[in-house]
Each structure stands twice: as structure tokens, then as C-alpha cells.
């Protein structure tokens, strides 16, 4: 059986950004548009596309610029979960063409009506050609990302690999991310993700 | 015409939420793909929108965009001559 372990983990929630239970940007602002991007422009990050993506592809990237910051990401691989899909903006593409007079659909909207989009992107900024996969799901199947994660490690598909759950929908947003690795000191147990998870209720 | 320059100038920031970028940072002869303004292909489907949404008007030919797409000099001159409200 794969012993593996979790190396770093970063949580987006309540206008915080914590890396490995350590705070490393706050706001007062709570709308996520202004946190998102004072967060991301704090990492000193320049990446102009950065501004022109839908919010859950924004707070993926915010989550995955911490997560990877002086990482590796030599054949990392992704394996990521949310709730809402890309719902937030389905909506928005929805309403730009429900009125037939008024039937104006943008570009930009529409590329992002698409969850996996967000890995897409994390793996552009990131230069990641490796395998990746975003499952929808009411919550975050820990066994079923666990023995992926695995899965990837052991068949040599991948070296480490970033896991985690991105949902965004109508301003609620949530982000854990973490990297899954052969070595390390924190075991990849089902106890230690549930517990990365138990950090968004504080 | 220098009106027109002006507000098209803040159309495209707004429209295609290009970040640190002023009115007053864009000259009307920059490019607007490439090194200009380092537009991509979605940025040049927004475009296409704004000209119908804004002044009424349907590029069905892509070849178009090319020579319109130019510059806002390019943009304005052909808005201000073709435009429909």
C-alpha cells in the first residue's frame, strides 16, 4: 500500500489566506472581488490574465499562487473538487442572453462556463502538463481523492500531486488545497484531510 | 472624433477588465494585439460585441477585425462612419 504524505496546504475562506496554519493575508473588504485581488496582487504576482478570469478560476489561482509559492511543481498533477460546478458563471452567461432583444453573450463569460476550466488555468500559470481532473461533488469525497492522489504517485503518472476543493457561488466562496507527496512528515491519512477541512469553520 | 477615442479607450479597459491600465496610457496608434495592448482571440470576440452592443454594428466578416482591430485609430474611424445609434 502507497504511504504518502501531506507536504503544505493552504485555506481561501472569510477574506483570509492561510498557508500550513499560518495567516498570510487578511482584508476587511468583503466583497470577494476586492479581497481576490489585493490577496493575489500581495504575492507580488504579476499575470494580467489573472483579471480577466471568472471568480472561481480567480480563487483557484489565489489558492494554488500560495500553495505553490517556492514548491516544486515538476510533474505535479491536479486533482481537484467543488459543489457548485461552474453555476456562478452559468448564471451570469444565462442572463446575458435571456432577453431576446438584449442577446448580448460575452466571450469572456462563456469560456468559463466550465469547473475544469480552473484547473486549466492553474496549470497554464503554473506550466503543469500533467494529469488533471475536477470532480463535482455535494461535499469533498476525502476517500475518493485520497486514493487518486495515490493512484497518480504510485503508477509514476505523477511526482506530487496538488489536491483540494475551489467552490465559488454568488459571492460564498471556499478554497483547501494541499500537496500530496511521497515523502514528507504529515501522513495522507483520511483524519489529516478532514482536519484541513475543519480549518474553514474557524 | 477625439471623444470617440476617448470613451472607446474606456470601454475596452472596463469591457475587457484590463487591470493597471489608464485612459492615458493608451496612445490612439498602439497596437492593440500583439505588443500593444497584448490583447488575446477572446479579447477580439469582446471587441466584436462591444461594436454591436455600443454602436450597433456587425463585423460578419473576420477578415474585417484584422484592419479594424488595428488601433483605436483604426477602431474609432471605422465606428464613427458605420456606427447606428
Not at chain 1, 56 to 81: F, Q, R
Not at chain 1, 112 to 137: D, K, P
Request: hydrophobic content about 40%; aromatic content about 10%.
Amino acid at each position: 500500500m502507497m504511504v504518502s504524505y501531506i507536504n503544505k496546504y493552504c485555506v481561501v475562506a472569510k477574506e483570509r489566506v492561510v498557508v500550513d496554519a499560518e495567516e498570510q493575508f487578511t482584508s476587511k473588504d468583503d466583497s470577494f472581488s476586492a479581497f481576490v485581488k489585493e490577496a493575489f496582487k500581495q504575492r507580488n504576482s504579476s499575470y494580467p490574465k489573472f483579471f480577466k478570469m471568472d471568480s472561481l478560476s480567480k480563487l483557484g489561482m489565489l489558492a494554488a499562487e500560495y500553495t505553490l509559492a517556492e514548491e516544486s511543481t515538476d510533474d505535479l498533477a491536479l486533482v481537484l473538487v467543488n459543489k457548485f460546478g461552474s453555476l456562478d458563471t452559468d448564471v451570469k452567461h444565462q442572463e446575458s442572453i435571456q432577453d431576446g432583444d438584449h442577446f448580448f453573450p460575452s466571450p469572456a463569460t462563456f469560456v468559463y462556463t466550465l469547473a475544469n476550466i480552473c484547473a486549466g488555468e492553474i496549470s497554464i500559470r503554473h506550466q503543469l502538463q500533467t494529469e488533471n481532473i475536477f470532480f463535482v461533488a455535494d461535499q469533498f469525497p476525502v476517500k475518493v481523492v485520497s486514493a487518486y492522489a495515490d493512484y497518480l504517485l504510485a503508477s509514476g503518472k505523477a511526482k506530487r500531486v496538488l489536491c483540494g476543493w475551489i467552490d465559488f457561488f454568488q459571492e460564498k466562496y471556499e478554497a483547501v488545497l494541499y500537496i500530496v507527496s511521497p515523502e514528507g512528515e504529515k501522513q495522507h491519512t483520511e483524519e489529516n484531510i478532514a482536519s484541513l477541512f475543519r480549518t474553514l469553520e474557524d | 472624433m477625439a471623444e470617440l477615442k476617448e470613451e472607446l479607450k474606456g470601454k475596452i479597459i472596463e469591457v475587457l477588465n484590463l487591470e493597471d491600465i489608464a485612459v492615458a496610457d493608451i496612445n490612439d496608434s498602439d497596437p492593440l494585439f500583439g505588443e500593444g495592448l497584448g490583447l488575446d482571440s477572446i479579447d477580439a470576440l469582446e471587441l466584436i460585441v462591444l461594436m454591436d452592443k455600443e454602436y450597433g454594428i456587425k463585423l460578419s466578416d473576420p477578415k474585417q477585425g484584422k484592419t479594424i482591430f488595428q488601433s483605436i485609430e483604426s477602431m474609432a474611424a471605422y465606428i464613427a462612419e458605420n456606427r447606428t445609434k
